[in-house]
């Protein structure tokens, strides 16, 4: 059994179905014919799909009847809804012409809005690639928070506000308010509230996921915000939840000219998590809406192609010079490479000639020798025991390290001395020496 008014089905000898508008939690609504005065109405039928179901001759049923006196309250509520709503006369508010009890439940006459949801409207123009405009959006935004302050400043609340409950009229753009369930749910007990969901991911704040608070004039500003955001973005706004676990600012979802307009701030301000530093007077967003767009700067055109070969070949001019040094030091004749090995066996005693002229003195363990004088004090290695070395990258700047040890007294001691020494392979050079903590470099004066 269809969960729905079929088309052609009369209410009240009056009113004719002719299409299913939509569904939500609270209620059904359909597009009808009056058939009394020949105009399109929009019928407003109490619902509750958690509560109820659609029997053969088209009453609304219990679906069990442990939900009579929670659909009773809710019926009642519903009554409540329509009589505040029909003084209500603002054009950005949909009109209630009456309302009636027939099929076991309430049914509520609205006027018929020609024109598409806030949401169909984004995602038909984001199907076809493009978007609202800034000052679309700009009237959107206006007249819509006008709408709600007048429904706070008549002590209401919305409580549902979101894309799907904005109706866009088709001549002029203008928004109108639907779907008010506000009355209702703000005075269903408690122990109904428990098993009925009033948040809605995206559009609520994290105050209507508890249930234990009472929504506020905060929590439908959260929610127009974030109906705001949907309606520049294209896309719903992470959930209130998730945005308190990861901190993220809306600001980040918006475009740059909304930056530039500076709506950035009264948005982030009317979606703050904490209801107690939100925003809760529309009159901010209502004077940031005033303000006329500004176009972020206009990005510059990219360089002609000539220029852009200039600027790669810039940028590898360095690596490519490194590429070819490495290259040609790597090609270098062995000649030095060996001679420089050669030393490590011969030191100290390694020719006059092959010591850089900034070089005329190195240290060694017994103190600070000339050459000649490091040349011909030969006793303290002639007793050498072991000489070893290990080389560090000679290959690339010359460096050699090495570690030799002498028997002062072979039953006794030991004396191991380490150091290092710098040798040039371009010039085939000692330039370097250290031994122990001394260090000679070729820069040091004789």
Known sequence: MSQFLPEGFILKGAYQILARLGQGGFAVTYRALDIVQNKEVCIKESFVA????????????????????????INRNVVAEAKALSELNHKGVVGVQGFFEENNTIYIVLDYIKGETLKQLVERLKNGGSQLGGNQLRHIFL?????????????MLHQDISPDNVMIRQEDLDPVLIDFGSVARLEIEASTQSRLAFFKDGYSPPELYRREDRPTKASDVYSLAATMVFAITGSKPPD????????????????????????????????????????????????????????????PPPPPAW????????VML??????????????????????????????????????????SSW????????????????????????????????DTAGWFS????????????????????QFDLFSGKVVGWKEGNHYVDRLQNP
């Open 240 to 299: 209130a939840i998730v945005r308190a676990k990861k901190q993220e600012p809306i600001t980040g979802l918006l475009d740059s000219w909304v930056v530039h307009t500076r709506w950035d701030v009264p948005l982030e301000n009317a979606m703050k998590l904490d209801p107690e530093r939100r925003i809760k007077d529309l009159r901010p967003m209502i004077n940031a809406f005033l303000r006329p767009i500004v176009p972020p700067p206009p990005t």
């Open 318 to 359: 360095p690596f490519v010079a490194c590429c070819l040094g490495w290259y040609w030091r790597h090609q270098q004749s062995e000649t030095h490479r060996k001679t420089a090995e050669h030393l490590l066996m011969t030191i100290p005693e390694f020719p006059l000639s092959l010591v850089a002229d900034e070089l």
């Open 307 to 314: 220029k852009k070969v200039i600027a790669a070949a810039l």
């Open 50 to 73: 958690q509560f109820q179901v659609r029997a053969e001759d088209q009453s609304v049923q219990l679906q069990d009847q442990r939900y009579e006196q929670d659909v009773a309250e």
């Open 402 to 421: 090495y570690t030799r040890m002498a028997a002062v007294d072979e039953y006794t001691d030991t004396v191991k001395i380490g150091g290092w020494l």
């Open 363 to 394: 240290p060694t363990s017994a103190g600070v020798y000339s050459r000649s004088a490091a040349q011909q004090d030969k006793s303290m290695w002639e007793d050498c025991s072991h000489l070893s070395m290990t080389r560090f990258a000679p």
């Open 143 to 155: 007249h819509l928070a006008e709408a709600m302050a007048f429904v706070h400043e008549n002590g």
